[in-house]
């Protein structure tokens, strides 16, 4: 590699490694027999996953009345658990295409998780509003298709649908871009397996070979997919912000929302990336692949984003009081001091106080702290989504009407329920292809790894310029 | 691809600066390189190898641009000619309204037309059955690979004579 490197760049690969080194740390964890802790996580999500299965199955067959919603709140904790997916999402796009475009070569390091992480998200997101719908067997409707019925097409201006096109598109677009990314690795594993792995990776690696003119097509299509991501991930929750800002609903009609949507997204998703990494790095021994200066790393994003949180939140209420408007101010009065004023206040605590801490180098270079804050951070987030839907629909504008909203016990199994699908899915992950991105990480090794130890090493110890 | 069987002579490096500085030593003597193959993108090598630039970002503008007028059209017929329908007083061709699913429709047609255009020109699907020289090179190992199949006796001596000369670390002969 020739490109220059400051001196002052983190080292992102420790201990003495050569690239055989490399291919043997992160393809083990697929070829042994799994950990305990590994069969103790899988069964609890296992379980969680077969309560998720009951809770569907009972709310298919008995309705929608099974949930606590009623004419007042006619939405709560499906949607607020669709955006809080979604937004979880948004994390690993970013970190494999943003920053990727941005060249920023510690997310060597995590990105094949996070992107993995992005793929369960939204197939836990995208299990709320398909249930939601009740006739799930119609679900198929929302698509425009030539049909018997007319035709009869879905409302093209409707947010809902936009939705619909936007969710569809990221799902298999990330699905694609994580998947090229993953051939040649599964090639690396294809080519130490024998037997029936052998097999079956053979025919998930595609024929790959590490040809030079496919690597460089490779990389022109990773570089392309990254290139259309970005404004994709932007625009997936700008529209999820939509099914809110285009309403007429004081408190939702609001044009800070696109962006005030995304960082908070880039938030939560960040927040969850760290729950995940602190685990995975400590199950897998891959300390040295996902350091220290990578958690370092995501705790700036995480201060910056959640501190945009707070600006937007401050920003709000500030809008509201200066419009004069007092349907807009009784709005963000009763978000503040209504009756769910507790989820305000934890909203804040956890969004806008907690990240703070992160301003000190020692709380952001510390393992616990940040596991601690990562699950803090995600709770709050999750209260952000039901501050905005659920305290503004049970003040509506008839008094009268007024109500309050409680989860039933088949709602909180069917949250609880997708953390089990999540956990399910990405432990399996974690089992059949590599977590970290080999060739990825073979690729800075020279330049950001701590000493190379393979021929042409540099002879002063330090591989780092 | 079912193409017939090919004898290779292949050499393998240890290290990607020896592979770089072999290839350009090959080039410098116009020896008809097959393939050089490598665990990782080895950057700076597709000049000295003689690679053009991919052509496959235009075909993802092309992809996308087809994707844009897809999508644009479908909504602006059905809503003007198959089926107008009035909302909350709106024109029919509501063009802001399109926005979203048009630029939604872009990305994923560019998406997956270059994805699946990437995997049909490098011959490369589910159940392709690898031409693999050998396993190390998508561990630790730098190949590049000569097609030796009619190859006469001193050609196979001048090739081998490169990679004693470029100090490869292996050099072996194949089928694939």
């Not at chain 1, 404004?231 to 997936?236: E, F, K, R, T, Y």
């Not at chain 1, 970290?436 to 073979?442: D, R, T």
């Not at chain 2, 503008?61 to 000619?81: D, K, Q």
Request: include cysteine; proline fraction near 4%.
């Amino acid at each position: 590699m020739s490109q220059a490197v400051a001196p002052v760049r983190h080292i992102l690969i420790e201990g003495n490694k050569s690239y055989h080194n490399i291919t043997e740390d992160l393809v083990s964890p697929t070829e042994k027999a799994p950990s305990r802790e590994w069969i103790i996580a899988f069964s609890l999500s296992a379980a969680f996953l077969a309560l998720y299965v009951f809770c569907v199955t009972w709310t298919i067959w008995k309705g929608i009345g099974e949930w606590g919603l009623n004419r007042t709140i006619n939405w709560a904790w499906d949607i607020t658990n669709f955006v809080w997916w979604i937004g979880i999402g948004h994390a690993g796009t970013l970190i494999s295409a943003i920053l990727l475009l941005f060249r920023q070569r510690w997310r060597t390091g995590v990105n094949r998780a996070a992107e993995a992480m992005t793929i369960f998200a939204v197939i836990c997101a995208g299990q709320f509003p398909l249930i939601h719908m009740g006739r799930l067997w119609l679900a198929f409707f929302i698509f425009p298709f030539p049909n018997s019925r007319g035709p009869l097409w879905p409302n093209f201006n409707s947010p809902l649908l936009w939705d619909v096109f936007a969710i569809s598109t990221y799902f298999s677009v990330s699905l694609l871009f994580w998947y090229t990314g993953l051939v040649p690795d599964l090639a690396t594993v294809r080519d130490r397996a024998k037997g029936f792995r052998k097999k079956m990776y053979t025919i998930f690696s595609f024929g790959w070979t590490g040809s030079a003119k496919h690597w460089q097509r490779w990389e022109s299509l990773s570089l392309i997919l990254a290139g259309i991501s970005t404004p994709l991930v932007l625009s997936v929750h700008t529209i999820v912000s939509f099914d809110f800002a285009t309403s007429v609903i004081p408190g939702w009609h609001t044009t800070i929302f696109p962006p005030y949507f995304v960082a908070g997204a880039v938030f939560s998703g960040f927040a969850m990336v760290q729950t995940l990494m602190v685990i995975t790095r400590k199950v897998l021994n891959l300390k040295e692949y996902i350091t220290i200066n990578h958690i370092e790393s995501m705790n700036k994003v995480i201060v910056l984003t959640g501190t945009i949180v707070g600006v937007a939140y401050l920003t709000e209420l500030f809008i509201a009081w200066y419009s004069g408007y007092i349907y807009e101010q009784f709005a963000f009065y009763n978000r503040v001091f209504g009756i769910y004023w507790w989820s305000y206040f934890g909203m804040m605590f956890c969004n806008v106080v907690s990240p703070q801490v992160f301003w000190s180098r020692k709380i952001r270079r510390s393992v616990w702290w940040t596991f601690f804050l990562s699950i803090v951070i995600n709770i709050g987030m999750w209260f952000e989504r039901f501050v905005i839907i659920a305290t503004t629909l049970a003040r509506d504008y008839l008094p009268s009407s007024w109500s309050y909203y409680r989860p039933t016990m088949i709602e909180i199994g069917l949250f609880t329920g997708t953390l089990g699908l999540f956990f399910f899915c990405y432990l399996i992950f974690t089992r059949v292809a590599p977590v970290v991105a080999i060739a990825e990480v073979k690729s800075i090794l020279k330049v950001a790894g701590n000493q190379f130890i393979g021929k042409n090493a540099n002879k002063n110890g330090n591989g780092n310029h | 691809m079912a193409d017939q069987s090919n004898k290779v002579l292949y050499g393998l490096y240890n290290d990607e600066e020896d592979l770089k500085a072999a290839v350009k030593t090959a080039s410098a003597e116009h020896m008809d390189i097959m393939d050089v193959l490598t665990p990782f993108p080895v950057h700076g090598l597709d000049p000295i190898l003689g690679l053009k630039e991919s052509r496959l970002h235009y075909l993802g503008f092309i992809y996308g641009a087809i994707g844009a007028l897809f999508g644009f059209l479908v909504m602006s017929w059905v809503f003007t000619r198959d089926w107008p329908i009035m909302f909350g007083g709106k024109p029919y061709w509501s063009v802001p309204a399109f926005i979203p699913i048009t630029f939604e429709m872009t990305v994923l047609f560019s998406a997956w037309g270059m994805t699946i255009t990437f995997y049909t020109i490098c011959g490369m699907w589910p159940g392709v059955k690898p031409k693999i020289l050998d396993e190390r090179i998508t561990d630790d190992k730098f190949c590049v690979a000569f097609n030796v199949t009619n190859a006469s006796k001193d050609e196979l001596e001048g090739i081998k004579g490169f990679f004693k000369k470029t100090k490869a670390a292996e050099v072996n002969e194949k089928m694939i």
